[in-house]
Structures are given as C-alpha cells and as structure tokens.
C-alpha cells in the first residue's frame, strides 16, 4: 500500500492521515443520518467485534462455574489472572511483534517515524520504553484488572448486584452492550481530565505520558492509581441491570482496548489492504498532552475546546490556546 495516497509526511517523516478525525455523527447538528450509518462500521471494527469476540470466550469457555466462583479462593483468581496475561501477550504481543519488532511495513502509515527501541531513555526502567511500559502492565495493570474482574463474578455468584438475564431483559442487555464503548470513554474522559490536574499529572498520570512516542505496549503502562481509576468503568455492572457476558466484554474493551491509541500506525497492512487503526486522535493526546482527553465518540472535547482532528485549524486553535495559557502564567 503506498501511504501517501492516504496523507502525509513531513521532513522527519512522520505520516499525518489526510482526512481530518470525525466525532460521532450523532452529535452534529442539525443531525446528519447518513453520515451516522457511513461512521456505524467503523464502530465495530475492527476492535469492537474482537473485544466482543473475546467477552464471549471469558463467558463461555473460559471463566469457572459459577459454583467455584462462589468462593474467593486462591486457584481461579490465579487462573483467571493467567487468562488476562494471555490475551494481553496475544493481542498485544502480536501487534508489537509485527510492527515494531519485525517492522513488517517499516515506518508506512507510522505517526511518529521514529521506533521507540531506538530511542533510549532515562525516564523509564532500564532506559527501555518497551520494558518499562512491560513491567509496568504485568506487575500492576493486569493484576489490578483481574481484581475487578473477580470481584465480578464472585458478585454475580453470590447474587450480589442487580444482575440479569438475555431471557428476561434481551432490549435493554443489547442496549448496554452496544453504548459500553461509549460509555468507557465517557467515564475515560472524566477520570482522564482529573488527573491531568498538575498534582496528579505529576504524580500518576506522567507514568502514562512518559512514551511520547506510544507502542502497543504503552497501552496499559500506567501508575497504579491510573490502573485503579481505569478499570473503575466496570462497577456499572453492579449498579445497573447486567449479565456477566457484558461484564467480560466490557473488561476487554476497558483492558485489552487500551491498545486502540497506541498502535502508532493509522493502518495495519493486511494482505494487500489496510486495516483502520483509530489510533491518531489518543497519538494526537499523547504529542500534544492538552487536546483530546477522549476520541471521538463523545464530543466532550469538541464542547470543551480541546478537540484536534489532526487539520491546520485545529492545530493552530491548540497553538492560541496555549498562548493564551503561558501569558496568564507570566502575568501571575
Ligand atoms: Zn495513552
Ligand atoms: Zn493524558
């Protein structure tokens, strides 16, 4: 694929997609249906249809019985944290596999031409992006996701939580499962613009931005407090009426999703096509660090002033912004 038929590169050879990022035609106004149904695919896929694919699997193959489960014991909470470790080595793992480590399509559709095992660094353990962002997912990130996950299903066990069946609710069971992405980056966004207050910027968040540059591997490479906030989006299935089949699937896209940003390529090749990534706008937060607290699905950050969809105007609007923000900084 040549990538330049698809946007640009500059002289470092970043590529930038032509098309500017869209936010959910279904906040435009006046409402723009058609619009909405050219936009609807690209909500399932790639990524939505794997997260489900993987909730399905949880549920039906790989979780316990709801008997074992009913207990809080050592065996399945270790065997579901091996369950989590494998998807993350598997998803992940292949992405940075093919296009980092064998760099099948080298820098093409790449945002930042630069490869991080290149680029040393004292912030991060061993100078090493890669194995911090590594040490960081499996030593917190995992675990503190296997928490919430066990604390789901012991819930579920033990009837705790309004818990319900396809039998009984099949409308509203569809309904959740189709807005969770939404709502997973509604609450993203909330817990994402607290703690790039400067305190807990300093203090938690960095850990995330310090790869400037992200890798699949950055996905998860956050402090544990992040971690703790992150997953937090789960206990809505405790709150409202819901099934464990949702519950899992919204872990995948909560866990296993925080790879959509982090890719780093606007299209994996695949054969002689390429597959949309959805990666620019949360690469665009991790360039810039003030603009696009979520992607596009809420429109938050349109509301607010901080959406960048990756055009000239938007760029030059973030620069005023930032102006503005250093003069009222002087005049303090
Ligand atoms: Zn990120
Ligand atoms: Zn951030």
Known sequence: MDDLAYGTRNKRGDFAPRDPLQVMPLWHMPPRPLAFLKWLPGYFLPWNVLFMALGA????????????????????????????????LIVYGALEARL??????????????????????????????????????????????TAYQVFGLWAYANHVGPWTTFAEHPVWLAFLGLIFPMFHELHFYCIHRLIHVPVLYKH????????????????????????????????????????????????????????????????????????????????????????????????????????HDGSKEAQAQMEARYEKKVARVNQK
């Open 204 to 307: 938690i968040h960095s850990v995330h931005h310090n790869s400037v540059n992200p890798s699949p591997w950055s996905s998860l490479s956050m402090h544990p407090i992040e971690h703790l906030l992150y997953w937090s989006d789960s206990l809505i299935h405790l709150i409202l009426p819901s099934h464990p089949l949702l519950f899992l699937y919204g872990l995948q896209v909560t866990g296993t999703g925080a790879v959509v940003g982090h890719v780093g390529f606007d299209k994996i090749e695949v054969g002689e096509g390429g597959v949309d990534s959805h990666a620019y706008a949360h690469y665009l937060h991790h360039k810039y660090f003030e603009v696009n607290y979520a992607d596009g699905t809420t429109a938050l950050d349109r509301l607010f002033g901080t959406w």
């Open 100 to 145: 980092y480590v064998k760099r099948a399509q080298g820098a093409k559709f790449k945002y930042n031409a630069k490869f991080p095992a290149d680029q040393p660094s004292d912030v991060f353990m061993f100078k090493s992006q890669n194995v911090d962002n590594v040490i960081r997912t499996f030593a917190t990130g995992v675990p503190i996701w």
């Open 57 to 88: 699997l949880n549920w039906f193959a790989l979780m316990p019985g709801v008997e074992t489960m009913k207990t809080l014991a050592p065996g399945w909470i270790l065997y579901v944290f091996a369950v989590n470790v494998a998807t993350v």
